[in-house]
């Protein structure tokens, strides 16, 4: 069983910054691709960015040049660093983990972009 724990969510003013954290622990025995989706109310779950296992990264075209998604291997640990943010970047973010076996969501953490 795999857990994942995001953190770092929360209010902020357009043009701020957050940083969210996504620790996996449990059993994990190899990691793919690790990713962090939003669904903003009335909306479909989306991917925002995922890292992949050779480093590789994508974005969704509204967030590439403000988002950054990085990886500590060594804590199976995810971060996405999220600057500029406007009030359409608002919603729940979870974060995913696929695995050579199966795919892992976190609880999520909510966003709110307003004045």
């Known amino acids: 069983q795999v857990q994942l724990v995001e953190s770092g969510g929360g209010l902020v003013q357009p043009g701020g910054s957050l940083r969210l954290s996504c620790a996996a622990s449990?059993?994990?025995?190899?990691?793919?691709?690790m990713g962090w989706y939003r669904q903003a109310p009335g909306k479909q779950r989306e991917l925002v960015a995922a890292i992949h296992s050779g480093g590789s990264t994508n974005y969704e075209d509204s967030v590439k040049g403000r988002f950054t998604i990085s990886r500590d291997s060594a804590r199976n640990t995810a971060y996405l660093q999220m600057n500029s943010l406007k009030p359409e970047d608002t919603g729940v973010y979870y974060c995913?983990?696929?695995?050579?076996?199966?795919?892992?969501w976190g609880q999520g953490t909510q966003v709110t972009v307003s004045s």
């Open positions: 995913h983990l696929l695995s050579a076996f199966s795919g892992y």
């Open positions: 449990g059993s994990i025995f190899s990691i793919n691709r």
